[in-house]
């Protein structure tokens, strides 16, 4: 029931992911008057989908401590329990983050070795079929460096299975490239990722945040509070620029006159332009994932629609066809972690 424009997006999401995953599965829990007539819509999809009614929801506005205490039969608590008792094998929404998080940690408990959670996501960069994977993106404003070398293991192991790179590059987020550069932290994170012989990966050193886009690393390593601020100025860059360029052409009579002269050109053109849009397009990368977990969560951006609501499903969807906390484990294994924390 989370979302701007839920639960709409959510059944319509469930619709089109099942083009891509047609073994796919669903347990929607949410106000079941609501449901039922958008599952109508699609015909099959009532074939596939359990429809499990609870009144109770979290908003927007909830504070995720209060919502711990009293958001238990709650139609986001209820699916994290589902993933929780082995019912699901992961669960996708687009409401409360914070809410989300906090339910998350405390169903579905994090994973031997690792000490806190993460919110990763999967970016564009400018080399044609090859993004990053950045965390974390808000779910921890301070971290140690064990915690941060913690984090280079799910990204890395998210690279190298999802995004099928053999040996993902790693690197840590910082204001500069050279060593000397940055908080003792990340200096130390910095000795600690060099040190370490088993990554998933290759440690690379530091990355600035211009160099985010350029596809020159796999996998960006940084604080909760850091990432979440990258990750904001290069969506709102984003935006700008997409807004900027729509204005003008909308004020300026010689861009149209132009585009009427160069039509035929921008005809050949478009399935080129339909590219580069789609590869711009946020919705194809919707769906971030709480890393670190003993379940499956991931996250959709709340003002998405049902095509970005699918991609967030595709995620999961992915994530669990590979086992992937199970190629997590065997990672912290080789680093003396996993077995530590058990």
Do not use: W
């Not at 709409?8 to 099942?18: D, F, L, M």
């Not at 079929?129 to 950045?134: D, E, F, H, L, S």
């Not at 290069?234 to 149209?256: N, W």
């Amino acid at each position: 029931m989370g979302g701007d424009d839920a639960p709409r997006i959510v059944v319509e999401g469930a619709h089109k992911a099942r083009g891509r995953y047609p073994q796919a599965r669903f347990i929607i829990y949410g106000d079941e008057a609501e449901i039922r007539p958008l599952i109508s819509r699609y015909p099959g999809l009532s074939d596939v989908m359990d429809v499990r009614h609870t009144p109770d929801r979290v908003t927007s506005d909830d504070k995720p401590s209060v919502v711990l205490r009293t958001g238990r039969q709650s139609s986001m608590r209820l699916a994290i329990d589902a993933v929780a008792n082995g019912e699901a094998q992961a669960v996708v929404s687009a409401g409360n983050t914070g809410a989300l998080m906090a339910m998350a940690k405390f169903s579905l408990k994090v994973l031997p070795g690792i000490r806190r959670p993460a919110i990763a996501t999967f970016m564009p960069t400018q080399v044609p079929g090859r993004g990053c994977v950045m965390l974390d993106l808000g779910a921890n404003v301070d971290c140690e460096p064990q915690i941060l070398l913690e984090f280079g293991v799910l990204g890395g192991v998210f690279s190298r299975e999802i995004l099928k790179v053999n040996s993902p590059r790693i690197a840590l987020l910082n204001i500069g490239s050279e060593a000397m550069k940055g908080r003792e932290t990340i200096k130390d994170a910095a000795e600690l990722f060099a040190n370490a012989e088993h990554l998933p990966g290759e440690y690379v050193g530091f990355i600035e945040g211009d160099n985010i886009g350029r596809g020159e690393v796999d996998v960006v390593v940084t604080d909760g509070f850091t990432g979440n601020v990258a990750l904001k100025a290069i969506e709102g860059t984003a935006r700008l620029i997409i807004r900027m360029a729509k204005q003008g052409f909308k004020k300026s009579l010689l861009l149209k006159l132009g585009f009427i002269l160069c039509l035929p050109g921008i005809l050949l053109a478009y399935p080129a332009l339909m590219a580069l849009k789609k590869r711009l397009d946020p919705r194809y990368y919707n769906g971030a994932s709480l890393m670190g977990l003993r379940g499956l969560c991931i996250k959709s951006h709340g003002g998405t629609d049902s095509i970005g609501f699918s991609n967030a499903i595709g995620v999961a969807a992915d994530m669990a066809l590979i086992r992937f906390n199970d190629k997590v484990a065997a990672e912290l294994e080789k680093l003396g972690l996993g077995k530590d924390a058990a």
